[in-house]
Structures are given as C-alpha cells and as structure tokens.
C-alpha cells in the first residue's frame, strides 16, 4: 500500500541509455554551432529523418513506404545542396552537425524499441 512499484532492471537501463544518448547529442549539437550559422546548421539536421529511416532498418527491421522514403529522401537532398553552397564550410562542425545527426536518430529509434518493447511504460 503506498510504495512506489518497483520499475525493472531493464526498464531503468533503457531511461538510462536514452539519457546517455540525449546528453551527448546536446553536447555535440551544440560544438556543431561553433562553426555553422544556425540556417546551416538547420539545413544539416533534415539529414536526421534519412538516417533514422536507416537506423529503424537496422535496428527494428522496419522498411518505411515508398511514399515515405522518396519524401525523406527529397528533404535529404535538399539539405545537401544547402550545404554544397555554404562557402563558410567548417569541416569539424559539419561532422559535430552529421554526428548530432546519428545520435538524435539513434535517440528516436531507442525510443520506439522501448516502447514497442514496454508498452506498459511511457518514454
């Protein structure tokens, strides 16, 4: 009566990966603005949707729609061709930017595992 259920091991292992994820993505987003403008910096982050779409392939076995790939697919390129005209190109703060990419879609795939997995449990 009264106490707190005691949440598994394994349900506190996976906050803690989700919030280990999720502080090292702020720390290199924010190394990433160093040497980026913020519109760059914007542009380089649609690059997150193309590589979740990867990491749910991997990780989940889960294939997006055609209509879905080809739609992240065109935002992608878009985000490239911002970025082959940005004539202040700093290479460290595009691979802290590209890195941010990974990690956020890594974070977002973690967290459908999770819940798919728990779905007693919200994240």
Known sequence: QGSIAKKPVSAILQLWSLALVSL??????????????????NALKRLTSL?????ERVILNK???????LAVLLIATGAVIAAVHDYEFAPLSYLWALASCCLNAIYLTLVKKFSTANPGHSS
């Open 24 to 41: 090292l993505n702020t720390f290199v987003a924010l190394s990433s603005l160093e040497g980026l403008n913020v519109p760059m910096y």
């Open 51 to 55: 590589v979740t779409l990867m990491a």
């Open 63 to 69: 294939k997006a729609s055609l209509g879905v790939q």
